[in-house]
């Protein structure tokens, strides 16, 4: 009777020593897709429209799924810059500003605060959409770019970013816990068609000369149009 215990007490011991179950880290980078007005030249007093209409159903890089996400869940903070390209062996944050350069036409949703540099993007979210359609008007000539930043990226240690536990409920198949990071946003003018040899010989495109990552590639060839005013 004794040994019997002893060999149960032994198991239940064992059975006490199995691995922990590991959590899972879920990073999110969405998608955000924009139109911009498909002209590498225009005239001085001539309009780029800038529109985006894209549903609440966002597409997430790493994994290419969609997620909901509306106002209640979190705030798109998205900036648009506007730099003059004058110096063509310095990147693109080294460039000089350009939105006292141009005046702006807010049609749908709006340019708001409009700052030296990057002024914050206000969307209009009806039924399920996000929309946006803001003019560009040129006032001087040269070689300029329009530039996409995520806000949030700036506000981290500031304030808490989005919360995204609602999209990864539960836990994994072995118990542990699910977490969901909030990593971003990836910005697409024109499904990538943004001029970008226009980018490349007038700034120094710091996704071909060294250091070709996806962020940089995505920053200065998907999220940055460059045009020519004359």
């Known amino acids: 009777m004794v040994a019997m215990r002893y060999f149960l007490l032994t198991l239940l011991l064992l059975s006490g020593c199995g691995e922990k179950p590991?959590?899972?880290y879920t990073d999110f980078i969405f998608q955000l897709p924009f139109q911009m007005t498909a002209r590498d030249t225009v005239a001085v007093g001539d309009t780029l429209w800038l529109t985006a209409d894209f549903s609440d159903q966002l597409r997430e890089f790493y994994s290419g799924n969609t997620y909901p996400v509306t106002p209640q869940n979190f705030e798109l903070k998205t900036l648009l810059g506007l730099f003059e390209l004058t110096l063509p062996d310095r990147?693109?944050?080294n460039?000089?500003?350009?939105?006292?350069?141009?005046?702006?036409?807010?049609k749908t949703g709006s340019l708001t605060n409009l700052g030296t540099t990057f002024s914050p993007v206000s969307y209009v979210y009806t039924s399920g959409r996000y929309q946006?359609?803001?003019?560009?008007?040129?006032?001087?000539?040269?070689?300029?770019?329009?530039?996409?930043?995520d806000d949030w990226a700036g506000r981290r240690g500031k304030e808490a970013v989005p919360d995204l536990t609602y999209l990864?409920?539960?836990?994994?198949?072995?118990?542990g816990k699910r977490y969901a990071r909030f990593d971003g946003f990836y910005y697409y003018?024109?499904?990538?068609?943004?001029?970008?040899?226009?980018?490349k010989q007038h700034?120094?495109?710091?996704?071909?000369?060294n250091n070709p990552s996806v962020g940089n590639i995505n920053a200065e060839q998907e999220a940055s149009?460059?045009?020519?005013?004359?």
Not at 168 to 175: A, H, I, L, N, S
Not at 225 to 230: A, G, I, S
């Open 132 to 149: 946006l359609r803001v003019g560009l008007v040129a006032q001087r000539r040269g070689v300029f770019c329009a530039n996409f930043l």
């Open 168 to 175: 990864v409920p539960g836990r994994t198949p072995d118990g």
């Open 95 to 106: 460039q000089p500003s350009a939105t006292e350069y141009f005046t702006f036409i807010n």
């Open 22 to 24: 590991e959590n899972e």
């Open 189 to 199: 003018i024109n499904e990538g068609n943004t001029n970008f040899y226009l980018f």
């Open 203 to 209: 700034c120094l495109a710091i996704s071909v000369v």
């Open 225 to 230: 149009f460059t045009f020519v005013v004359k």
């Open 91 to 93: 990147s693109i944050g």
